[in-house]
């Protein structure tokens, strides 16, 4: 029982220090510190493209690995991450990895508010913050549409709909007068009730594999546009 005792105040002292170090590194700039040190600049002629997001960025890599293999492109997606978070790592895990392109996907968790109440405009400025640091390191950007979500299983109610609607328009627009590119996922993936159906996402917000696979085209051809400009 004495053992049993111990091992048990252990595991708490262990989880409690875990919880103590994710909350002083709040925007996870931990994750892909290692992993940014070993990669390097990008070879000559390289076409380096680095996704910024959340669990939909993350899930590709993880659920079509094809379409990152074999190619230029780095995948730097945290599960839950807000726009304020991907602002704070935006340096450390796209500038400074030199790509030719940023594709950032980025919003949903903000509405969700996953780390607090969010306005529309709160996002949209931490969004055209993250471009105009990649612009201004002459990387060319790519921003993509919120997914369509009807609810949030995990916080019903909030009635997203018309925030991620009046966030995609204004996301279109500033790319539009900024020389940017639009990658519009929502118009392909919606349903008549303005959310993602069932042959796409099993919860109603994260793709599956066929999500995917209807994002993977526009994604190459939203890179290839950018790449030309």
Request: net charge neutral; with cysteine.
């Amino acid at each position: 029982m004495k053992f049993n005792t111990i091992n048990l105040c252990a595991l708490l002292f262990l989880l409690l220090n875990i919880q103590t170090i994710m909350a002083q590194d709040w925007p996870a700039l931990h994750h892909f510190k290692k992993d940014n040190k070993k990669i390097g600049l990008p070879k000559e002629g390289e076409n380096r493209v680095v996704f910024m997001g959340n669990s939909i960025t993350i899930g590709w890599l993880q659920m079509q690995p094809d379409f990152f293999q074999d190619t230029p492109y780095i995948n730097r997606g945290i599960s839950g991450q807000t726009t304020p978070q991907m602002l704070v790592r935006f340096r450390q895990d796209v500038i400074n990895l030199h790509p030719a392109v940023v594709v950032i996907l980025a919003g949903t968790n903000d509405i969700a508010g996953n780390t607090g109440p969010a306005t529309v405009e709160m996002i949209q400025d931490n969004i055209v913050s993250m471009a105009e640091l990649a612009k201004a390191n002459g990387i060319k950007v790519v921003l993509s549409s919120v997914l369509p979500v009807f609810d949030y299983p995990w916080k019903p109610g909030l009635e997203p709909v018309e925030k991620i609607a009046k966030l995609n328009r204004y996301l279109k627009n500033y790319s539009e007068e900024n020389n940017m590119v639009y990658l519009d996922y929502f118009s392909a993936l919606v349903d008549d009730c303005n959310g993602l159906p069932k042959k796409y996402s099993e919860d109603g917000v994260h793709p599956n594999i066929e999500g995917y696979k209807i994002m993977a085209p526009l994604a190459q051809k939203a890179i290839d546009k950018a790449l030309s400009q």
